[in-house]
């Protein structure tokens, strides 16, 4: 999957805010097919329950059904075309998400060979946070961090100083 690229420091980061917000007796819905990040969470003691790869525009009865303490969605929501259907199906009363924000200076990523592995949305901060309001959610936290990569330019420069990634806890109001 991270074939030379693997995320380490975005996994570092969304661990310690899980960790943060999340006691480890919790049963975690982490929406997407089972990945690195949900073997990470259950070596630190998580319970994990993953989507199976099922549209989740068109079928959220995984969401539904219950059976989960914590909602999570860990980089799915800019592939989701319709995210605030998702988000009013849920159900707990927690939820930890993370995002890509959309960077001004780089297209939206767009894969020419995988329809999955698209973008949608890239999210501005704000405008996650007003979905999460609008679907009855209240932001108790939140974090942003940069992205920087090891090469030389215009872009590189701007990838280490601007915020790439939007993670926050938040509860049913």
């Known amino acids: 999957m991270y074939q030379n690229s ?15 917000h ?20 259950k070596k630190e003691g998580y319970t994990v329950l993953n ?7 068109n079928n959220q009865s995984i969401i539904e059904n219950g059976g ?6 860990f980089e799915i ?8 259907t998702v988000l009013q199906k849920v159900q707990s009363d927690k939820l930890i998400l993370s995002v890509p924000l959309r960077l001004w200076f780089s297209p939206a990523y767009r894969s020419k060979t995988d329809m999955w592995d698209r973008h949608y949305h890239e999210f501005e901060d ?3 946070d007003w979905l999460l309001e609008k679907t009855g959610w209240v932001i108790k936290d939140k974090k942003k961090w940069t992205n920087p990569v090891k ?5 590189p420069i701007l990838r280490s100083v601007t915020p790439r990634y939007y993670i926050v806890y938040a509860e049913r109001r």
């Open 6 to 20: 693997f995320p380490h420091k975005r996994y570092s980061h969304t661990l310690e805010f899980l960790k943060k």
């Open 151 to 155: 090469k030389i330019g215009i872009r």
């Open 126 to 128: 704000w405008q996650l």
């Open 51 to 57: 989507t199976s790869g099922e549209d989740l525009d």
């Open 22 to 41: 999340i006691p480890v007796n919790n049963t975690v819905l982490d929406l997407g097919v089972e990945n690195p990040f949900s073997q990470i969470m």
């Open 77 to 84: 929501f800019e592939h989701l075309l319709n995210p605030y």
């Open 68 to 73: 989960y303490d914590v909602f999570a969605a």
